[in-house]
């Protein structure tokens, strides 16, 4: 493994990472706290995100090894969070209302997947 792909992994981290934060803490903000929206909201806008890499990817632009690990890796990575929406969902559970979890779990997986879906079909249309 490359030097270089180590910097760009880990710069790609630090600037996710930052924007998670920033995008978790203005959904707190804007939409309160009783509802973890600022997880939905960057797991959804990172599926998107990443769905539209590849697609342009594909289809008109060949990033180097460096700059996919940046984004996808580093970037996205980070960005996005797994750990997070288990933590959400453990907390959701304890409050015991069954319907906050099943719209956080359900609309986040179902809305992840389309939001990485409407990110390649934008891409395909927009380049293809």
Same mark, same amino acid.
């Given at each position: *493994?490359s030097? =270089?792909?180590?910097?760009?992994?880990? /710069?790609?981290?630090?600037? +996710?990472?930052?924007?998670?934060f920033? *995008? *978790?803490?203005? /959904?707190? $903000?804007?939409?309160? $706290?009783? !509802?973890?929206?600022?997880?939905? %909201?960057?797991?959804?806008? =990172?599926?998107f995100l990443? +769905?539209?890499f590849?697609? %342009?990817? &594909?289809?008109a632009?060949s990033? #180097?090894?460096?700059?996919? &690990?940046?984004i996808?890796?580093?970037?996205?990575?980070? !960005?996005?969070? @797994?750990?997070? @929406? #288990? *933590?959400?969902?453990?907390f959701?559970l304890?409050?015991?209302?069954?319907?906050?979890?099943?719209?956080?779990?359900?609309?986040?997986?179902?809305?992840?997947?389309? /939001?990485?879906?409407? +990110?390649?079909?934008?891409?395909r $249309? %927009?380049?293809?």
């Open positions: *493994m030097p =270089g792909l180590l910097i760009s992994v880990a /710069a790609g981290g630090a600037i +996710g990472a930052v924007g998670r920033v *995008m *978790m803490n203005a /959904a707190g $903000h804007w939409l309160g $706290h009783g !509802f973890p929206n600022g997880t939905m %909201i960057v797991n959804i806008l =990172g599926s990443l +769905g539209a590849l697609e %342009i990817s &594909a289809l632009w990033p #180097s090894a460096e700059v996919r &690990a940046f996808v890796v580093g970037f996205l990575g980070a !960005f996005t969070t @797994f750990s997070t @929406f #288990s *933590m959400d969902t453990y959701l304890q409050k015991g209302n069954p319907l906050p979890i099943v719209l956080y779990v359900v609309g986040s997986v179902v809305a992840g997947v389309l /939001a990485f879906l409407l +990110g390649m079909v934008v891409f $249309h %927009i380049l293809g």
